[in-house]
């Protein structure tokens, strides 16, 4: 069987070093896909409830990379509103399954959060990430996100 097909099992075969996942958005419609979610996709289990609420929000967005019948990498973001000018688009959230790591997924979904934000009217696009975490410095730098000097207080 060739690369990329399927075998009579439905498991998907990977291609190139690409997960032949889809991205999906999630909605009140697709939000069953998270009956099934892959170990550290999130960082903890979701909540219906607090699901209700975040989609509920028309500012925020989430989606996610479903492949072997299970929910295996999230992206979200927030639009956030200025009164000032056009809103901002955050990346507030990624994460992968270490299965399905330096497939694309990451990149697939950043992606789609960012096109989200544009459809949105978002003219900037920002991302953060702890100092310490050498493989989101990485993997941002190698899409060619550009590091600002910033001070963060909590």
Known sequence: MGR????IRGRIFRERGQCMAEIVRITPDT???LG????EVFDHAIDPARLATYL??????LFVAVADGQVVAQGRGVAIPNPDGPPVMFLENLGTSPDYRRQGLATRLLQAVRDWGRAQGCREFWVATET????AVAFYR??????TPLLMYD
Do not use: M, Q, Y
């Open 4 to 7: 990329g097909s399927a075998d």
């Open 31 to 33: 939000a069953g896909l």
């Open 36 to 39: 099934r979610v892959a170990d």
């Open 56 to 61: 509920a929000t028309p500012e925020v967005v």
């Open 132 to 135: 310490e975490n050498a493989g």
């Open 142 to 147: 190698t899409l060619g996100l550009r590091e």
